[in-house]
């Protein structure tokens, strides 16, 4: 059964340093989407993509995270200048109906 | 305001309970709900949908829109069934918004 995946599992930055977290959402989906989850809180919505373009983003997703499809198969987000508060969990969605299907995430830590 | 709530950090049941997980919503409109879990060392995985009507595993879950709710249910749990539950609600844009999810704790 095809699965959305997500490299690298785990990534250590410093505080100000630039982060690219990829996806491969499953091949024949068409809408796109980050989470975060920061330890001990809730998964939260960060921006969905459909279309080759943002459809919703959240109050979070401000000018420091940026979201790109460069090619048929990857769907990126990047933090340009990382804060310590952007430590968490990433986690990639996809679907085509009413399901979402996640990835496994990326464990970020920001130093 | 979108909002699921999910009352209980830590739910822990003996092995062949009963196993009910509590979720309240707030949406206006018609809401599409789910249930996710997510187990030890794996992925977001979704369990049921209230759409569909479905058991899964032995979980059911029933829509009150009285009530506002989406609890989560087993009549006897297992110990495979231990893992984080998170309530969801999918808006009208597509996108989840999850409650801050239950572990459930099955004991031997």
């Known amino acids: 059964e095809p699965e959305v995946t997500q490299t690298p599992s785990h990534q250590v930055t410093q505080m100000g340093q630039e982060v690219i977290l990829r996806c491969v959402p499953i091949?024949?989906?068409?809408?796109f989407y980050w989470y975060r989850q920061i330890l001990g809180q809730k998964v939260e919505f960060l921006v969905s993509f459909y279309n080759n373009e943002i459809s919703e983003k959240s109050e979070i997703f401000d000018d420091q995270f940026s979201v790109e499809r460069p090619d048929g198969s990857n769907f990126t987000l990047k933090i340009r200048s990382t804060k310590l508060e952007d430590s968490a969990m990433y986690f990639c969605a996809s679907n085509k109906g009413e399901t979402q299907y996640f990835g496994p995430g990326t464990r970020l830590l920001v130093l | 305001a979108q909002r699921v709530t999910q009352p209980e950090k830590l739910l822990s049941v003996f092995k062949g309970a009963p196993v009910e997980l509590k979720c309240n919503y707030s949406?206006?409109?018609?809401?599409?709900l789910f249930w996710y879990v997510q187990y030890s060392r794996q992925r977001l995985q979704l369990l049921l949908r209230?759409?569909s009507r479905e058991s899964i595993k032995g979980f059911t879950a029933d829509l009150n829109k009285g009530e506002t709710s989406f609890h989560l249910k087993k009549p006897f749990a297992q110990e495979e069934d231990s893992a984080m539950y998170y309530c969801?609600?999918?808006?009208?844009?597509?996108?989840?918004?999850f409650g801050q999810g239950t572990t459930l704790q099955v004991k031997p």
């Open positions: 209230h759409i």
């Open positions: 949406y206006s409109g018609s809401p599409e």
């Open positions: 091949s024949n989906h068409l809408y």
């Open positions: 969801a609600l999918s808006s009208n844009t597509g996108k989840l918004i």
